[in-house]
């Protein structure tokens, strides 16, 4: 998200590296599927409701993880 004053915008954990571009790849498909990329984890709507890190995301490996703020990341299970 561009053009916000809200500080976190700018912390690690509001920030998912997808490859290709907004029709291509990974971003592409989440710019597609945005009700499945939200269950995901891989987009978070700024309704106040969650901070990013708060929210799950499903990693490559089939694990859960939460992004920390400093960086990092939080392991919160495997899917089955």
Known sequence: ?????????????????LCGT???????????HRHAARELGYLVPLNGIARPS???????????VRLTDDGGITLIGETA
């Open 22 to 32: 907004g029709t291509t790849g990974d971003h592409g498909w989440t710019e597609s």
């Open 54 to 64: 708060e929210v799950a995301i499903l990693r490559w490996d089939g694990a859960l």
């Open 1 to 17: 998200m561009g053009g916000s004053s809200a500080a976190w915008v700018n912390l690690p954990s509001n920030g998912v590296i």
